[in-house]
Structures are given as C-alpha cells and as structure tokens.
C-alpha cells in the first residue's frame, strides 16, 4: 500500500483565495483525521471522520475551515478565503478503526504559505 | 488536549540506548499509552503503544510502571536516523484521536 497520499505537497496562494487541500487514506481504512502543524501551537487536531462521518470538529478554528468525506477513499480540508496565519503544514491520518486498539498512519503533509 | 509531560530535549551517543521519559499521572483505566516520532518535514511516525504491561516490536521497548503513571521509551542502539523528536500520547481509544503535546527532541550524537 503507498500509504495515506496528501496533495499538493507544497502550496502557495494570495491572502483571501479559496484553498483545497486533499487526502486519500489507505485503502479499507474508516477513520480519517486532519492535523495543522505550526511553531507556536504543534500539532492540532482539527476533525476526525468515522466512516465518512464527521465525529469531532471541535478543532476546527474558524468557519473558514470545512472538510468533506464524500466516499471512503477521498477527503478535504478547504479553507475559504485563507489568511496569511493558515500558513502551517497540515496533514491527513487515517487508521482501520475508532474504538479499537489501532494506530493513525499519516501522510507526509500538505506545506501551506499564504502570503 | 495533551496529558503527558515530556523534557523538551535530550541527547543520545550514537549507538547506545535512548532511554526517553514521560509522565501521565492522570491516565485512566482504559487509556493506552503511544508514542509517535515526527522525523523533520515528515509526518508522524507510529512506534509503539501498550496499555499495562510492557512492549516490544523492532523499532523499541516500551515500559510502563505498575500504577501507570509514567512509561520509558527505549531505544536500544541509537543511530543518527533516530533523530527526531518523539511523542507520548494516552488515548482511550474510542475515537482513535491523538492530541500531541510538544514532545522531546531527540539528539543522537556521532
């Protein structure tokens, strides 16, 4: 399996355009998790989805955030409009089941920069 | 969300045992204890995790003491691949969430 798959690597965009950001989990995996990165404040959860199913979106910090899961192999995170202080690398994980002794895989991460 | 503390920095001869710390006197019953490694750049790697009694596989050891309050993670021959900084986590697992706190910043040394 190649693993959970993030794109775009890396992605520059002005302050107050619309940003996706894309996951695919590994295959047969049914939770799915989005984390933001920054130097300030680490490693944030911001929503996990269990089943396709939002669970927990409490991390998400602003209505400008939303992310979807319309099937089993396919998320986003979409920020609309961004802000220069989005810029942060976020990353998708996805493990085979909540609630079970299982680990999170994660992908390498989108670099987001919002000038 | 984060109930471990971890020292914010250590270092390690290249080839000798990594002995990493971490505190969670808050755990509870059903909580296990994860570590996780965040190599620069890269995502976070999964390492071990255990709920009471200890634990091995081929990337460390994992300890736990007897009232669950604190765990050791060792690894047995530090190399300079193992450079990264190193995650403890408990998590009951209902949701499979992990809230990463700041973690130890490993140093192996040549």
């Known amino acids: 399996d190649a693993g959970v798959i993030q794109s775009p690597r890396h992605e520059v965009t002005e302050m107050g355009q619309e940003v996706t950001l894309r996951c695919k989990p590994i295959s047969g995996h049914n939770s799915l998790f989005w984390y933001r990165q920054t130097m300030m404040r680490g490693l944030e959860l911001l929503i996990y989805f269990n089943n396709n199913v939002p669970i927990d979106d409490s991390g998400m910090p602003e209505d400008r955030f939303s992310a979807k899961m319309p099937n089993a192999s396919f998320s986003t995170l979409k920020i609309q409009p961004s802000e220069p202080r989005d810029s942060a690398v976020y990353f998708c994980?996805?493990?085979?089941?909540?609630?079970?002794?299982?680990?999170?895989?994660f992908g390498q991460g989108t670099r987001l920069t919002v000038v | 969300d984060a109930k471990t503390t971890q020292p914010p920095s250590m270092d390690c001869a290249e080839g000798r045992a990594a002995n990493l710390p971490c505190n969670h006197s808050?755990?509870?019953?059903?909580?296990?204890v994860y570590w996780y490694r965040q190599i620069h750049s890269q995502g976070p790697q999964y390492i071990i995790h255990g709920l009471k009694n200890n634990e091995t596989n081929e990337m460390a050891s994992l300890i736990i003491t007897e009232d669950r309050k604190s765990s050791t993670l060792i690894l047995p021959h530090a190399t300079l691949r193992d450079t990264a900084v190193y995650y403890c986590i408990v998590s009951a697992n209902t949701g499979n969430q992990f809230y990463f706190g700041t973690g130890t910043s490993l140093t192996v040394i040549p």
């Open positions: 994980a996805s493990s085979p089941w909540a609630g079970m002794n299982t680990e999170a895989f």
């Open positions: 808050t755990i509870s019953g059903n909580e296990y």
